[in-house]
T-cell receptor
Framework: AQTVTQSQPEMSVQEAETVTLSCTYD???????LFWYKQPPSRQMILVIR??????QNATENRFSVNFQKAAKSFSLKISDSQLGDAAMYFC??????????????FGKGITLSVRP | DGGITQSPKYLFRKEGQNVTLSCEQN?????MYWYRQDPGQGLRLIYY???????QKGDIAEGYSVSREKKESFPLTVTSAQKNPTAFYLC????????????FGPGTRLTVL
C-alpha cells in the first residue's frame, strides 16, 4: 500500500519570503501522480500543482514549484514571494496511474502554513 | 459556472438517524468520489464511482451507502451503522479514474448530536 508522510505539522513564513513544504511517499509503483492541494479556512480543497512521475522536469505554477526526487521518493513544494492568502493547510497526495481502486488519492496528514505580515 | 456543489454546508443528525449528503457536478466528469476528513488527518476514501450505475467501496465504506443513477449526481447516505459519523465530507470528481486530476466540492460538515 502507498503511504504519504508530511512530517512537519506546522510552518511559518514571512510575507514575500520563500518557504518549502516537505513530503515523502512510499510506493512500489513506477508510474504515478503526485499532487499538492491547498485547504484554506473555507475548507475547500484546491489543486495547487500536479507532477507526473515519468516526467523528469519539475512542475511549476506561477509562484509554486516542486522539487521531485523520484529515487528518494520526495516531493517538496516551494512557495515563492509568499502572500497572506497562501495561509492554509497543504496536503500532499499520491495516486497510481491506474483505473479503479488503485486510482484513489492517498493523502498525507497535512501541514498548516501561516504567513506573517 | 462549471463546478461541484455539495449541500447542505452544515448538517446535524441525531443518533440513530440516516442522513443523505448531496453532491452534484456539471463538469461532465465520469468519475466521482466521497472522502472523509477528520481533525489532524488527511482525507480517506469512502466510495467511488467510475460510471453511472456502478460504484465501489473505498477504504472506510462501513456505515455508508451511495447511488449513482445520474452522471451528475453521487449522493452519500450516512447510516445509523456508522459509529462515529461526525466529520467533514468532501465530494470530488474527475474525467476518469485513470489519469485525470480530481477536483473537490466545498464540503459538508456533519455533526451528530
Amino acid at each position: 500500500a502507498q503511504t504519504v508522510t508530511q512530517s512537519q505539522p506546522e510552518m511559518s513564513v514571512q510575507e514575500a519570503e520563500t518557504v518549502t513544504l516537505s513530503c515523502t511517499y512510499d510506493t512500489s509503483e513506477s508510474d504515478y501522480y503526485l499532487f499538492w492541494y491547498k485547504q484554506p479556512p473555507s475548507r475547500q480543497m484546491i489543486l495547487v500543482i500536479r507532477q507526473e512521475a515519468y516526467k523528469q522536469q519539475n512542475a511549476t505554477e506561477n509562484r509554486f514549484s516542486v522539487n521531485f526526487q523520484k529515487a528518494a521518493k520526495s516531493f517538496s513544494l516551494k512557495i515563492s514571494d509568499s502572500q497572506l492568502g497562501d495561509a492554509a493547510m497543504y496536503f500532499c497526495a499520491y495516486r497510481n496511474r491506474y483505473t479503479g481502486a488503485n486510482s484513489k488519492l492517498t493523502f498525507g496528514k497535512g501541514i498548516t502554513l501561516s504567513v506573517r505580515p | 459556472d462549471g463546478g461541484i456543489t455539495q449541500s447542505p454546508k452544515y448538517l446535524f443528525r441525531k443518533e440513530g438517524q440516516n442522513v443523505t449528503l448531496s453532491c452534484e457536478q456539471n463538469l461532465n466528469h465520469d468519475a466521482m468520489y466521497w472522502y472523509r476528513q477528520d481533525p489532524g488527518q488527511g482525507l480517506r476514501l469512502i466510495y467511488y464511482s467510475q460510471i453511472v450505475n456502478d460504484f465501489q467501496k473505498g477504504d472506510i465504506a462501513e456505515g455508508y451507502s451511495v447511488s449513482r443513477e445520474k452522471k451528475e449526481s453521487f449522493p452519500l447516505t450516512v447510516t445509523s451503522a456508522q459509529k462515529n459519523p461526525t466529520a467533514f465530507y468532501l465530494c470530488a470528481s474527475s474525467m476518469d479514474t485513470g489519469t485525470d486530476t480530481q477536483y473537490f466540492g466545498p464540503g459538508t460538515r456533519l455533526t451528530v448530536l
